[in-house]
């Protein structure tokens, strides 16, 4: 998984494994947990549709 979650504080923070970009801080880790989810689930259709595409 390219993303992970760091606490920064009292924030629960979704950051990129790669650059370290920061996508968004969340007050619990669940909802900082559910944004990763929702972003690989965002990824793997964009992949799926440019598939589709090539066929």
Do not use: F, N, S
């Not at 606490?7 to 920061?22: A, L, P």
């Not at 989810?37 to 595409?53: L, Q, T, Y």
């Amino acid at each position: 998984m390219p993303y992970r979650v760091v606490k920064r504080g009292e924030k629960w923070c979704v950051v990129k494994k790669d650059d370290g970009t920061t996508l968004a801080c969340h007050d619990t880790q669940d909802l900082a947990d559910a944004q990763i989810r929702a972003v690989m689930a965002h990824e793997m259709d964009d992949k799926i549709r440019a598939g589709a595409k090539k066929a």
